[in-house]
């Protein structure tokens, strides 16, 4: 079996690779000040390279405290880098320009509650000054799209998790975007909820966008990613096609995500079944 | 323009959606009618103390919703997390910003018409007449004093972690001003140095909102201030606004927001 090292090498580059990076991620590093420390810092994320081709989904992995929303942050403007660049359609991410043809999905987020769904869309589609007719057209097609038509007049407070996700999902697509960027979108979800919203990004990759989406649900990012990184204590230990890494190294991408991070398997458990 | 009104809307939709407003409003009116329904000591001029506590009631009222509406915008879009959907669109820390400002000094605007259509409905029933230039005079420089009030708030939400501080300190620092503001160069005289120049710092520095406060013109049916008086006072409320919300922006840019 090659070694981890080799696998990362030793992928060829795709068909994909020829498509333009929607985004680049040159030697980022992202410290953050310690308070207890007077003053110390702590690296979260050290020396990350990765690009992301145009209509590829691409699985961002990587176990709690690994830097991945970090690595988000700093591509949406919310956290500066350290050192390094970001470049979100060949925009430097400092640009709000940046983000106009984007969508952000961020994790457990709680709407607005006195607003309903329909008019929570409307707000955001302001702020891309969608004009009018077409802005109506996509809340309905949106809407549609996250099945929550019935539920569109009705304020947010009264949805159950689920469906303030999926507001959340078409908040997130109410522009239109060619890049989708989503921090665990199934997190807290129960598995009708995570298959809808799964349904959801199988549909958006049908549709030729580019999604950039963290999870821990490896079995979700092996049904719909193409690429996948995995990330750990700041430093990306893999990058490469889905099909070419369980092929080198003959195992689920839970076996190899559970090598990477360095987890040692329990005598007394029954090992992970092998591909 | 776009993005601001798109911000300011959804706070205006916030006040009237929420009960606080129609608390304050319906308690106001309850005190009132209770009181001017009774006949204090026979005196044929009790519609003047009537006045007076109507408009300390709304007074009382509009600061409350000022203050604890702004308080809590960017705390409550930190702690829901829409903080992070908002700002991952083409909108700027700023645009927020001054969107929450018009949305928070709009929605009270909307409050204190209501009020001020009670109060004139309740003055006019006691007095039998209207003095309509007053009214007005005392609602926009209300406004225009409420509009100081947000902007320091707002920044206190950004300096201030959780929104209960913010809005008891903002409380104080208002209520001081309006009680003390116009006092502290009378007492600045009798202080020695260093105390007197420190002193006269902050009563040349702190915005004097008890400029604002005309009720006795329309408790004692005074006649209506010089439209120049007016406009002079708005522009110096908007300064003290844009300075509270430039030193805000300064504050908010620099936040981590993670």
Redesign the interface.
């Known amino acids: 079996m090659n070694t981890l090292a080799e696998n990362v090498s030793m992928i060829k580059p795709s068909p994909l690779l020829a498509r333009k990076a929607i985004v680049k991620i040159e030697n980022l590093c992202v410290e953050y000040r310690r308070r207890e420390l007077c003053g110390a810092t702590k690296p979260v994320v050290n020396n990350l390279n990765l690009s992301v081709q145009e209509g590829e989904v691409y699985g961002f992995l990587g176990p709690n405290g690994a830097g991945k929303?970090?690595t988000m942050?700093v591509l949406?403007?919310?956290?500066n880098a350290t050192s390094g660049e970001a470049w979100l359609f060949g925009e430097n991410v400092r640009e709000?320009?940046a983000?106009?043809r984007?969508g952000?999905?961020?994790?457990?987020?709680?709407?607005?509650k006195?607003?309903s769904a329909e008019?929570l869309l409307r707000?955001?589609a302001?702020?891309?000054?969608i004009p009018k007719a077409e802005r109506e057209r996509r809340i309905d097609d949106v809407l549609k799209l996250v099945e929550l038509e019935h539920a569109r007049k009705r304020q947010i407070k009264t949805y159950s998790k689920g469906m303030q996700q999926r507001v959340?999902l078409a908040?997130?697509l109410v522009?239109n975007p060619e890049l989708l960027?989503l921090d665990e979108p199934t997190s807290g979800l129960d598995p009708v909820g995570r298959m809808k919203v799964r349904e959801v990004i199988q549909r958006l990759k049908n549709e030729g966008k580019t999604v950039f989406f963290s999870s821990h649900e490896l079995g979700e990012v092996e049904t719909v990613c193409d690429r996948v990184a995995i990330l750990h204590q700041g430093e990306l230990k893999l990058d490469g096609r889905l099909s070419e890494l369980a092929e080198s190294n003959r195992c689920s991408l839970e076996q190899l995500f559970l090598r990477v991070v360095g987890y040692e398997h329990h005598p007394d458990t029954p090992p992970l079944p092998c591909v | 323009m776009n993005n601001l009104f798109a911000v300011a809307g959804v706070v205006i939709k916030e006040l009237y959606r929420r009960k606080d407003f129609y608390v304050l409003f319906v308690l106001t009116i309850l005190i009132c009618v209770v009181m001017g329904s009774v006949r204090i000591f026979n005196d044929a001029k009790i519609a003047r103390y009537l006045k007076e506590i109507c408009l300390l009631l709304v007074w009382i009222s509009s600061l409350v919703i000022a203050i604890t509406t702004t308080a809590r915008q960017i705390p409550a879009e930190r702690e829901n997390r829409t903080l992070f959907p908002l700002l991952a669109k083409p909108l700027s820390r700023t645009e927020l910003l001054v969107g929450k400002f018009l949305g928070c000094w709009f929605a009270c605007g909307l409050a204190l018409l209501c009020f001020y259509l009670f109060f004139a409905l309740l003055a006019g029933s006691r007095e039998q007449h209207w003095s309509f230039i007053n009214y007005f005079q005392a609602a926009v420089l209300h406004w225009v004093m409420l509009g100081v009030v947000v902007a320091l708030t707002l920044l206190g939400s950004l300096v201030f972690t959780a929104p209960s501080s913010n809005t008891t300190i903002c409380f104080l620092a208002v209520a001081g001003i309006l009680i003390l503001g116009r006092h502290l160069n009378k007492v600045a005289l009798h202080l020695p140095e260093p105390r007197r120049s420190i002193l006269y710092a902050v009563y040349y520095c702190i915005p004097h909102l008890e400029l604002f406060d005309v009720r006795d013109l329309i408790i004692h049916n005074w006649p209506p201030i010089p439209w120049r008086v007016c406009i002079l006072a708005t522009v110096y409320a908007l300064a003290y606004a844009t300075a509270f919300l430039i030193a805000a922006s300064l504050v908010f840019r620099r936040k981590a927001i993670n």
Request: charged share 10%.
């Open positions: 929303t970090t942050n949406l403007g919310f956290t709000p320009i983000r106009q984007i952000y999905l961020p994790e457990l987020t709680y709407y607005y006195f607003l008019e707000f955001y302001c702020i891309f000054r959340g908040q997130a522009n960027i």
